[in-house]
């Protein structure tokens, strides 16, 4: 077996024993794609220090924001070769591995935030992260960002009707796509750094995201008009692959814990205060004109949507949707 390494593969094999003896430091690299103004690019960072601080030094966590490092096409890939050892994609973007997870980006499945917590601490949530550690990731916590909002350059966004024949960028996921689809609009699949410059080349005519990615990346600068629209959650995994976790020492996997348990607590207001504050920015800029939709503006979206929960739950089963707090009440 040794012998069909390539001198290559055997250095990194070297490497991980080295890594993980008690004399060498621990070095986590972490890679995202927002900017570091935002709730996650903030937590990794909170994240780093709480660990090198209850490591006394011994874990370095290294935060590579923006997807200089992997865009994030690539960051699921190159967390499971080993590149990067620390990732948190939003949950849609783990629905390739995992298909069940686009049960999160369900349109209106949600009311607020309170409600996806409860859904993600059932037993939808436990089945949703046993499926990860069976696809060889090691799901250590879950972020959040907030609520997805309408933004586009051609026309307010008021009925359903409205979105026919305009293009949007989605992240890759079935039920985004079947959203637009349903709404007669055109999508294209675009990492998240990209959506500026094809904004600004007029290449799209719109997106949907959250208040904070919006104004992080200065989206709103290109857009004439946002919908507030709440219509989907925008959460993150954060991942390591199972392998490089069960490597490590069972004190430094207690140290990482603490850490994500304390980060997480605080990355929830964190994200609440940001969306809140983008908000603002958004009222003040005068750049954007802002809808508010309203509740019989928001059943029409609904009525217009509901073609996808059948379809969903003829492809996973009828739990996904039933366990959904709405519906349990
Ligand atoms: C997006 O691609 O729009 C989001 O997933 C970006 C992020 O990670 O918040």
């Given at each position: 077996f040794f012998l069909s390494l390539t001198s290559c593969q055997t250095q990194k094999v070297a490497e991980d024993n080295e890594q993980l003896s008690r004399e060498e430091r621990i070095v986590i690299r972490f890679s995202h794609i927002v900017g570091e103004k935002t709730p996650k690019g903030m937590a990794a960072r909170k994240f780093a220090s709480l660990v090198k601080e209850k490591s006394n030094g011994f874990?370095?966590?290294?935060?590579?924001?923006?997807?200089?490092?992997?865009?994030?096409?690539?960051?699921?890939?190159?967390?499971?070769?080993?590149?990067?050892?620390?990732?948190?994609?939003?949950?849609?973007?783990?629905?390739?591995?995992v298909p069940e997870w686009q049960a999160i980006d369900l349109p209106f499945a949600f009311q607020d935030t309170d409600e996806v917590h409860e859904y993600l601490e059932g037993n939808v949530g436990n089945k949703l992260l046993n499926e990860l550690e069976r696809k060889g990731f090691y799901p250590l916590g879950m972020w959040e960002n907030g609520f997805k909002q309408m933004t586009n350059t051609s026309k307010p966004l008021v009925k359903p009707e409205d979105f026919r024949g305009l293009r949007f960028r989605i992240m890759p996921s079935e039920i985004?796509?079947?959203?637009?689809?349903?709404?007669?609009?055109?999508?294209?699949?675009?990492?998240?750094?990209?959506?500026?410059?094809?904004?600004?080349?007029?290449?799209?005519?719109?997106?949907?995201n959250t208040y904070s990615n919006i104004v992080s990346k200065g989206i709103h600068s290109q857009q004439k008009y946002m919908t507030v629209s709440n219509h989907?959650?925008?959460?993150?995994?954060?991942?390591l692959k199972k392998e490089f976790w069960d490597k490590l020492p069972e004190d430094i996997?207690?140290?990482?814990?603490?850490?994500?348990?304390?980060?997480?607590?605080?990355?929830?207001?964190?994200?609440?205060?940001?969306?809140?504050?983008?908000?603002q920015e958004l009222k003040n800029c005068g750049c954007v004109e802002i809808h508010y939709l309203s509740e019989e503006e928001k059943q029409l979206w609904e009525e217009a949507l509901k073609p996808i929960y059948q379809r969903f739950t003829n492809r996973f089963g009828a739990e996904y949707i039933k366990q959904l707090p709405r519906n349990k009440e």
């Amino acid at each position: 077996f040794f012998l069909s390494l390539t001198s290559c593969q055997t250095q990194k094999v070297a490497e991980d024993n080295e890594q993980l003896s008690r004399e060498e430091r621990i070095v986590i690299r972490f890679s995202h794609i927002v900017g570091e103004k935002t709730p996650k690019g903030m937590a990794a960072r909170k994240f780093a220090s709480l660990v090198k601080e209850k490591s006394n030094g011994f874990v370095e966590v290294q935060v590579f924001p923006n997807g200089y490092l992997y865009k994030d096409g690539e960051e699921i890939d190159a967390l499971l070769r080993g590149d990067i050892q620390m990732i948190a994609p939003a949950t849609a973007k783990i629905s390739s591995y995992v298909p069940e997870w686009q049960a999160i980006d369900l349109p209106f499945a949600f009311q607020d935030t309170d409600e996806v917590h409860e859904y993600l601490e059932g037993n939808v949530g436990n089945k949703l992260l046993n499926e990860l550690e069976r696809k060889g990731f090691y799901p250590l916590g879950m972020w959040e960002n907030g609520f997805k909002q309408m933004t586009n350059t051609s026309k307010p966004l008021v009925k359903p009707e409205d979105f026919r024949g305009l293009r949007f960028r989605i992240m890759p996921s079935e039920i985004i796509r079947q959203q637009f689809l349903e709404l007669k609009a055109e999508l294209q699949t675009n990492s998240f750094n990209e959506v500026y410059q094809l904004l600004e080349k007029n290449k799209i005519d719109g997106q949907e995201n959250t208040y904070s990615n919006i104004v992080s990346k200065g989206i709103h600068s290109q857009q004439k008009y946002m919908t507030v629209s709440n219509h989907g959650y925008l959460g993150y995994v954060v991942l390591l692959k199972k392998e490089f976790w069960d490597k490590l020492p069972e004190d430094i996997q207690q140290i990482l814990q603490e850490s994500i348990e304390e980060v997480t607590a605080w990355e929830k207001t964190m994200a609440r205060k940001l969306n809140d504050e983008s908000l603002q920015e958004l009222k003040n800029c005068g750049c954007v004109e802002i809808h508010y939709l309203s509740e019989e503006e928001k059943q029409l979206w609904e009525e217009a949507l509901k073609p996808i929960y059948q379809r969903f739950t003829n492809r996973f089963g009828a739990e996904y949707i039933k366990q959904l707090p709405r519906n349990k009440e």
